[in-house]
C-alpha cells in the first residue's frame, strides 16, 4: 500500500499483457537505461519461416548488450506461453538475416529521431561509428528481457536451464481507493532488474533475489564504504567537461548535502549542468578511485559466488 495525506493506493493486477507493454515502452529508459534504441514490436523469422514478434528488442549503445524483450504477465503460465515464445524468438534471432534486418530498423529509426542523434554525439560516437557500433553489438547472443507483474518458480526454474543471459523486471500496479483512475506504477530501482542471470558458459552465478538491495551488496562485500569520495565525469553537449563528486552514504549517494539514489544522483549532477535528461545509470556513472563503476564492482561479488558455488560442485 502506498499513502500520503490524501491518497490511498492498493497493489492490484495488470488489465492485460498489453498494458504491461505499454509501461515498458514508456519507461523504457527507467528500465534500459539512457544509452538505448528501442524498437518496438519488430516481425522476424524462424528458419521455417514462422514470423513471431518479440515486444520489443533494446540495443544499449554503451554496454554493448541487446534485449529480446517478452513482457509477460505471471498468470499467463512459463511452460504454457512464456517459453514457447522467447524460444521461437531466440531461434529468429539466431540467423545474420535477422540481425541484418534489426541493424537495418535501428539505423533508420536513428535517421528519424534527433534525440537518438543527440545521445550517440553525448556518449562520443561519430556518425560514421554508428553502423560498425551497432552490428558488433548485435553480432553478440543476445539477452533475454522479462518485465512481469510476479516470479512464479518454474520461470526461475525455466531460465536457468538456458544459454543466454536472462534479465526479470517486476512491475507493479497501485491504484487509488478513492480515485481509481488515478494510477502508479513501480519499477525497479536504477535500471537494475529484480533478477539477472550469468552465462551458461561459465559457471552458473545463482540469481539474485528480489528483496536483496544490489547497493547494499557492494556495502557488505566491502567493495564500496561509508565517506567513500565518488567521482562522475559528465560532458554537456556542446559544453567543458565536469567532474561531480559524490560521498557514499548507506542508503545512497550524498550531493550537496543531500542523498539520493545512485542513479537520481547522477541525473541531479546532469541537471546542474543545465540538460534537462531526467534518466542516467548511476552504476555505470559513478566511479571509485580505481576508475572503476558500480556495475564492474557487483561482477567481484558474481565471481566469488562462482567459486563458492564450483567449490561446493567440488
Known sequence: ???NDT???IKTNFDSEAEIELVVQKYAEQLFGSSIIYLPQARISTAGGKGTIPDAIVIDV??????????????????????PQISKQLAAVGFIETRELVLQLALNLIKSTQTLKDMFQ?????????????????RKPPTIAIPIDNVPKDLMEWIQTLKNKTKVWVLEKYI??????????SLPDDNLPTISTNDLGENFSSAREPWLSPYQELLDAKLI?????????YSPRGGEKRTFQGIVRNDG????DKTYSPSYAAV??????????TTESGWKVWKNHSGKNFRDLYQQINKVDNRKSEFADS
Open 1 to 3: 500500500m502506498l499513502v
Open 7 to 9: 491518497q490511498q493506493l
Open 62 to 83: 554503451q554496454l554493448e548488450e541487446w534485449f529480446i524483450v517478452e513482457a509477460e504477465r505471471a498468470a499467463h503460465g512459463t511452460w504454457e506461453h512464456i517459453a
Open 122 to 138: 553525448e556518449i562520443g560516437i561519430g556518425e560514421l561509428e554508428i553502423h560498425g557500433r551497432l552490428q558488433n553489438i548485435l
Open 176 to 185: 487509488s481507493t478513492s480515485t481509481p483512475d488515478f494510477v502508479l506504477y
Open 225 to 233: 564504504s561509508e565517506s567513500e569520495v565518488l567521482s562522475f565525469d
Open 253 to 256: 549517494i550524498e550531493v550537496d
Open 268 to 277: 541531479y549532477c546532469m541537471q546542474k549542468s543545465g540538460n534537462t535528461r
